[in-house]
C-alpha cells in the first residue's frame, strides 16, 4: 500500500484551508495499478480515474483524462469562468463553471478516443472519472462511471454520485425488482473513452468546517460491506488515517486495484463581503415553502438540508426516484415538473416524500419539462441527520406523516 498526506494548505480561490491525503493498492489479482489520482493544490482541483480493468491500457487512459482535465481547467476559458463565480457567485456564473467542467471531461473522453486508435494494444481502453473543484466554499463535482465521492458531515454521510451502471439505471426507473435480479448484469454504461458521447453528472455542494471529501475508486467501495462501516473509517481522526483505513479494508478482500484521495476542510480564513453560506436567500425561501420546512425556525432549516445536495436535471429527463442504490426526495427549487397524468409541480413541490419513510409508490417518475434545479434528499442521509437531533426528528416526521396523510387523502378523493 502506498499513501501520502500533507499538511494543511491554502488553496487559490477558496476559503478554507484544507488537508489532503491519499492511499492506494495495486490488489492481489491485477498485474499493475491502473488507477491514477491527481492533487493539483495550485488549480483547487482533485481527481480520481480507474482505468478500465477488463479492457486494454486502462492506466493509460486513466492518466490521459486526468492530464486532459488539468490541462483544460488550466486554461483561460475556464479560468475565466471559475473567477467570474467568485466574484459574482450567481447561478448564470455557476452554470458557465459546470459548462467548463463537463467540457474538460468531453475533451479527455475525446482524447481517450483518439489515442485508443492509434494503437492496437490500447483499443477499448477506458476510464472512469471523478473531479472536484474548490472556490469560494463549495465544491464543482463532475462524475463518469463507478467510481464514488462521499461527503463526510458531522451529521450526515452523503453519497453524492450515482454509479453509471446498469443496475443503478434500472432503479432510477423504479424498477427496483428488476434490477435486484440483475446484479450479476451490472456493466458499466457511461465513462471516459467508452463511445463518442460521454454522459457527465455535476453537483453543487456547500462545504463547512469539518467536512472531509472522499473521491474513490470501485476498489474503495466495492469492498466495504456497509455506508456505515465506510462511515466509521472516513471520520477516523486525520485525513491520512482515513485514505490508510480505508485502504487497508478494501486490501482484506483485495479483489481490486484501490484508491481513496481524502479532503478535509480545516479553519475559514477568507471572510467576504458577500458572503453565500449555504444556499441562496431565494433558494432557502423556496425550500421552506415546501410542507417539510414550512415555518420551521431557520436552524432546523439549515439542520435538515444538511443532508440535501442540489443538482439540476434536463429538459425532457426523468426525476429518479432512486439515487446512490437508495431512495430519494426532492425539493424543487425552480422549473416544472409534469407528471404521467398531466399534473404540473412547480417551486416548493416535494417530490417522493415516501422515500423518506423508505416506501416507493410505483408510479412512474415524472419529467421536467424545463431544466429544473432541485435538493436532492436521500433517505438514509436524512434519516442520520434526524438521529442526531431527536427534536428535530420528531417535528420533521411529524410533519411528513401529515403531509403524506393529506396526499393520500387528495389521490382517494377525500375518502378514508
Same mark, same amino acid.
Given at each position: 500500500?502506498?499513501?501520502?498526506?500533507?499538511?494543511?494548505?491554502?488553496?487559490?480561490?477558496?476559503?478554507?484551508?484544507?488537508?489532503?491525503?491519499?492511499?492506494?493498492?495495486?490488489?492481489?489479482?491485477?498485474?499493475?495499478?491502473?488507477?491514477?489520482?491527481?492533487?493539483?493544490?495550485?488549480?483547487?482541483?482533485?481527481?480520481?480515474?480507474?482505468?478500465?480493468?477488463?479492457?486494454?491500457?486502462?492506466?493509460?487512459?486513466?492518466?490521459?483524462?486526468?492530464?486532459?482535465?488539468?490541462?483544460?481547467?488550466?486554461?483561460?476559458?475556464?479560468?475565466?469562468?471559475?473567477?467570474?463565480?467568485?466574484?459574482?457567485?450567481?447561478?448564470?456564473?455557476?452554470?458557465?463553471?459546470?459548462?467548463?467542467?463537463?467540457?474538460?471531461?468531453?475533451?479527455?473522453?475525446?482524447?481517450?478516443?483518439?489515442?485508443?486508435?492509434?494503437?492496437?494494444?490500447?483499443?477499448?481502453?477506458?476510464?472512469?472519472?471523478?473531479?472536484?473543484?474548490?472556490?469560494?466554499?463549495?465544491?464543482?463535482?463532475?462524475?463518469?462511471?463507478?467510481?464514488?465521492?462521499?461527503?463526510?458531515?458531522?451529521?450526515?454521510?452523503?453519497?453524492?454520485?450515482?454509479?453509471?451502471?446498469?443496475?443503478?439505471?434500472?432503479?432510477?426507473?423504479?424498477?427496483?425488482?428488476?434490477?435486484?435480479?440483475?446484479?450479476?448484469?451490472?456493466?458499466? $454504461?457511461?465513462?471516459?473513452?467508452?463511445?463518442?458521447?460521454?454522459?457527465?453528472?455535476?453537483?453543487?455542494?456547500?462545504?463547512?468546517?469539518?467536512?472531509?471529501?472522499?473521491?474513490?475508486?470501485?476498489?474503495?467501495?466495492?469492498?466495504?460491506?456497509?455506508?456505515?462501516?465506510?462511515?466509521?473509517?472516513?471520520?477516523?481522526?486525520?485525513?491520512?488515517?482515513?485514505?490508510?483505513?480505508?485502504?487497508?479494508?478494501?486490501?482484506?478482500?483485495?479483489?481490486?486495484?484501490?484508491?481513496?484521495?481524502?479532503?478535509?476542510?480545516?479553519?475559514?480564513?477568507?471572510?467576504?463581503?458577500?458572503?453565500?453560506?449555504?444556499?441562496?436567500?431565494?433558494?432557502?425561501?423556496?425550500?421552506?415553502?415546501?410542507?417539510?420546512?414550512?415555518?420551521?425556525?431557520?436552524?432546523?432549516?439549515?439542520?435538515?438540508?444538511?443532508?440535501?445536495?442540489?443538482?439540476?436535471?434536463?429538459?425532457?429527463?426523468?426525476?429518479?426516484?432512486?439515487?446512490?442504490?437508495?431512495?430519494?426526495?426532492?425539493?424543487?427549487?425552480?422549473?416544472?415538473?409534469?407528471?404521467?397524468?398531466?399534473?404540473?409541480?412547480?417551486?416548493?413541490?416535494?417530490?417522493?416524500?415516501?422515500?423518506?419513510?423508505?416506501?416507493?409508490?410505483?408510479?412512474?417518475?415524472?419529467?421536467?419539462?424545463?431544466?429544473?434545479?432541485? $435538493?436532492?434528499?436521500?433517505?438514509?442521509?436524512?434519516?442520520?441527520?434526524?438521529?442526531?437531533?431527536?427534536?428535530?426528528?420528531?417535528?420533521?416526521?411529524?410533519?411528513?406523516?401529515?403531509?403524506?396523510?393529506?396526499?393520500?387523502?387528495?389521490?382517494?378523493?377525500?375518502?378514508?
Amino acid at each position: 500500500m502506498y499513501a501520502a498526506a500533507s499538511v494543511p494548505d491554502i488553496v487559490p480561490r477558496f476559503d478554507y484551508r484544507v488537508t489532503t491525503a491519499s492511499a492506494e493498492d495495486r490488489g492481489k489479482i491485477r498485474d499493475k495499478h491502473q488507477d491514477v489520482h491527481r492533487i493539483a493544490i495550485d488549480l483547487a482541483m482533485f481527481a480520481v480515474a480507474d482505468g478500465m480493468g477488463g479492457h486494454s491500457a486502462g492506466d493509460v487512459a486513466a492518466r490521459i483524462a486526468i492530464d486532459e482535465v488539468e490541462r483544460s481547467l488550466r486554461g483561460g476559458r475556464a479560468q475565466r469562468a471559475i473567477e467570474g463565480w467568485v466574484t459574482t457567485p450567481d447561478l448564470e456564473t455557476r452554470r458557465r463553471v459546470f459548462q467548463r467542467l463537463r467540457e474538460a471531461v468531453e475533451r479527455a473522453n475525446a482524447r481517450v478516443r483518439e489515442e485508443a486508435s492509434t494503437r492496437e494494444d490500447y483499443s477499448n481502453m477506458g476510464t472512469t472519472l471523478d473531479v472536484v473543484w474548490l472556490a469560494r466554499g463549495h465544491a464543482f463535482v463532475a462524475h463518469a462511471g463507478d467510481g464514488r465521492v462521499y461527503l463526510a458531515r458531522t451529521s450526515a454521510m452523503l453519497q453524492l454520485t450515482q454509479d453509471h451502471a446498469q443496475l443503478e439505471a434500472l432503479k432510477a426507473t423504479g424498477l427496483v425488482h428488476a434490477a435486484r435480479k440483475q446484479r450479476s448484469q451490472n456493466r458499466l $454504461l457511461n465513462a471516459v473513452g467508452l463511445s463518442d458521447s460521454i454522459t457527465v453528472d455535476t453537483l453543487f455542494v456547500d462545504l463547512s468546517r469539518g467536512d472531509r471529501i472522499l473521491i474513490c475508486t470501485d476498489g474503495i467501495h466495492g469492498q466495504i460491506d456497509s455506508e456505515a462501516e465506510l462511515t466509521d473509517l472516513l471520520r477516523r481522526p486525520s485525513a491520512e488515517s482515513a485514505a490508510q483505513a480505508l485502504v487497508a479494508r478494501a486490501g482484506l478482500k483485495g479483489r481490486d486495484n484501490a484508491t481513496a484521495l481524502v479532503v478535509e476542510i480545516n479553519d475559514r480564513f477568507v471572510v467576504r463581503e458577500t458572503d453565500d453560506r449555504g444556499l441562496a436567500a431565494s433558494d432557502l425561501e423556496r425550500a421552506r415553502a415546501t410542507p417539510l420546512l414550512q415555518d420551521l425556525p431557520m436552524p432546523g432549516v439549515l439542520a435538515a438540508l444538511a443532508a440535501a445536495v442540489e443538482v439540476e436535471i434536463s429538459k425532457d429527463d426523468i426525476v429518479p426516484r432512486v439515487v446512490a442504490s437508495d431512495l430519494v426526495c426532492y425539493i424543487v427549487l425552480d422549473g416544472m415538473i409534469r407528471y404521467a397524468d398531466d399534473r404540473r409541480v412547480g417551486v416548493g413541490a416535494l417530490l417522493f416524500p415516501e422515500s423518506l419513510v423508505g416506501v416507493t409508490s410505483g408510479t412512474e417518475p415524472p419529467v421536467c419539462e424545463e431544466r429544473t434545479r432541485l $435538493l436532492r434528499l436521500r433517505a438514509d442521509d436524512f434519516n442520520e441527520v434526524c438521529q442526531s437531533d431527536p427534536e428535530l426528528s420528531s417535528e420533521l416526521y411529524r410533519r411528513l406523516a401529515r403531509h403524506l396523510a393529506r396526499a393520500g387523502a387528495r389521490l382517494s378523493g377525500g375518502r378514508g
